[in-house]
């Protein structure tokens, strides 16, 4: 079975760091591009970041540019986020999604949520 | 880059068709056929519904149907069920170095 799985959400004060995880399995996951979306409470989905299959490419979207990266270890079948200087507005549910033809998020996690609060 | 317009909420009775616009620009919905659908329930991940404007993975039903018209995408379902009452989203690829990639607002799909 093809399958996500996020970890690494958690309660973290304004300033903080958080390293949000994705377990691959059921395909070869070194053979596909991968992002992350998000969800903030009550809101829409917003990508966040992607990276190519062999990490040569990264992209960000301009909220988080510069304060998150991403990463991958397919050694593992695993997916990264490392969130620095995190604000108020990155609460939300982090989706890790597979990127299959034309860019289309063809296989989704369940989500971890991320809360930022003092 | 803005998210991509779509109305807050669209309505119809089972058996009948509800079509959902996703507007947005030429440096996005209308400059690439990038353009994907996803169905979300309640506390649910996404799932994807169309791809490339008007493609269908495996396993959805057919009574799902895209297309786009200049810088607008539309989803289309027909023969609306108790069970299409979800939140949808539209998405396009954009190019642009500060966000790639946009999703649309949202539209929550009742079934009357």
């Known amino acids: 079975e093809v399958q996500l799985v996020e970890s690494g959400g958690d309660l973290v004060q304004p300033g903080g760091s958080l390293r949000l995880s994705c377990a691959a399995s059921?395909?070869?996951?070194?053979?596909?591009?991968m992002s992350w979306v998000r969800q903030a409470p009550g809101k829409g989905l917003e990508w966040v970041a992607n990276?190519?299959?062999?990490?040569?490419?990264?992209n960000y979207a301009d909220s988080v540019r510069g304060r998150f990266t991403i990463f991958r270890d397919n050694a593992k079948n695993s997916l990264y986020l490392q969130m620095n200087s995190l604000r108020v507005e990155d609460t939300a549910k982090y989706y890790c999604?597979?990127?299959?033809?034309?860019?289309?998020?063809?296989?989704w996690g369940q989500g971890t949520t991320v809360t930022v609060s003092s | 880059q803005s998210a991509l317009t779509q109305p807050p909420s669209a309505s119809g009775s089972p058996g009948q068709s509800v079509t959902i616009s996703c507007t947005g620009t030429?440096?996005?919905?209308?400059?690439?056929?990038?353009v994907s659908w996803y169905q979300q329930y309640p506390g649910k991940a996404p799932k994807l519904m169309i791809y490339?404007?008007?493609k269908r993975p495996s396993g959805v039903p057919d009574r799902f149907s895209g297309s786009k018209s200049g810088n607008t995408a539309s989803l289309t379902v027909s023969g609306l069920q108790a069970e299409d009452e979800a939140d949808y989203y539209c998405?396009?690829?954009?190019?642009?170095?500060?966000?790639?990639?946009?999703f649309g607002t949202g539209t929550k799909v009742t079934v009357l």
């Open positions: 990276i190519k299959e062999d990490e040569s490419e990264r």
């Open positions: 490339e404007v008007s």
């Open positions: 059921g395909f070869t996951f070194g053979t596909y591009w």
């Open positions: 030429s440096s996005d919905v209308g400059g690439y056929n990038y």
């Open positions: 999604a597979r990127e299959g033809v034309r860019a289309a998020r063809d296989v």
């Open positions: 998405h396009s690829y954009t190019g642009s170095y500060n966000n790639f990639y946009v």
